[in-house]
């Protein structure tokens, strides 16, 4: 069966190395902040200007001075510093973050990654997701595997705004994992949900996606 949010981004954090630097985007890849190994120590940043962002808050302890940059209340861990957000991008801009985990409207076959805006719909803005996906080291995507109306988000090529070219790593979506495989530039099917065939996912699939290796398990 189908992974759910919070599954999707468990196995996003088993991407997540002792030490690491890391940007969560908006929406589901916050939720990668409750699953960090125990005993990996990961930082946490954020572009609004704060790097140790701890678990989401309970009532108990909300502080509505510390926000993410999707404006959700937020911990700060032992040694977190605050800082501007011009101090924030630089970080990122200088290539100092080591992985970013986003959320994306679409992805093409290559890599290519459309995340901020539909034409005709109110939103935020930009944000951080274009320094994001130019800036940092590695890039993954935590998003439904198509539409809430069953249309493919993995395409051949994105048809709305992009956000960056060729330039995402990994794919965990609700069927499965899919890892670029630079050679070829496509991704390769790594790993499936459970329940879920190879088939299914060619099936929902637009883009060419290499499917030569046998998939294992999502471990979550």
């Not at 069966?1 to 908006?26: C, F, K």
């Not at 803005?125 to 069953?150: E, F, I, N």
């Not at 960056?164 to 630079?182: P, S």
């Amino acid at each position: 069966m189908p992974l759910t949010r919070e599954q999707i981004t468990q196995r996003a954090a088993q991407e997540l190395q002792d030490g690491y630097i890391v940007n969560l985007g908006i929406g589901m890849p916050t939720l990668v902040a409750n699953y960090i190994p125990d005993g990996m120590d990961v930082w946490l940043q954020s572009e609004n200007g704060l790097l140790g962002i701890g678990p989401f808050p309970t009532e108990a302890n909300i502080d509505a001075d510390l926000i993410n940059a999707g404006k959700q209340t937020i911990t700060a861990r032992t040694g977190a510093a605050s800082f501007s957000s011009s101090d924030s991008f630089a970080m990122i801009r200088g290539g100092h973050i080591d992985m970013c985990i986003l959320g994306a409207m679409q992805i093409s076959q290559q890599g290519d990654i459309a995340n901020w805006m539909i034409p005709g719909k109110m939103i935020k803005g930009m944000g951080g997701a274009m320094d994001l996906v130019a800036g940092v080291k590695k890039v993954v995507v935590t998003m439904d595997h198509c539409t809430r109306k069953g249309e493919p988000k993995i395409l051949k090529e994105c048809n709305l705004p992009l956000t960056g070219l060729q330039c995402i790593d990994m794919i965990i979506t609700d069927l499965c994992v899919l890892v670029m495989d630079l050679t070829h530039k496509r991704f390769r099917l790594t790993e499936l949900a459970p329940g879920v065939s190879v088939e299914e996912v060619i099936e929902k699939t637009e883009a060419e996606i290499i499917t030569t290796d046998t998939p294992t398990l999502v471990s979550i």
